[in-house]
Every structure is written in C-alpha cells, then in structure tokens.
C-alpha cells in the first residue's frame, strides 16, 4: 500500500524501512500486529524485528508469532 499515513493501516504485518513509522503503526494498532524494519544503511539500531530478505519475512509471516 502507497500511503503517507501507513499508522491508519491496520493489519498483521507492516515492513518499512523508516522505525518511526512503524512506532506510530504499532501505537496506533495498539501493540497488535508485527513491525518489521527493512534493513538499510540508514536505519542502524536494535528492532525485534530486523530484515533485508523476503525469504525471511515468509517465514515470518507463516509463524505463529505475527500478529502478537
């Protein structure tokens, strides 16, 4: 989905490269859902969830832990 407020999104997963995002995501969808940083150089720093493969965000989402 292409939009400048991805927060009123809600759903199981969001994956964005930009944390602040999806902090508002997470605070909006209060705590359910799965956020996922796409890894760039840009963005260091810890994240529960941490990627730059779609291989691993199939795995992630056929897990029983999104969505929690």
Known sequence: VSTSAKHLI??????????????????ANR?????????????PGPWAWRTNDWAAVAQLAQSTEVGK
């Open 10 to 27: 809600s759903g199981d997963m969001l994956i964005e490269d930009k944390p602040e995002t999806l902090q508002k995501w997470q605070a």
């Open 31 to 43: 705590g359910h859902g799965t956020p996922v940083l796409w890894d760039r150089r840009y963005n």
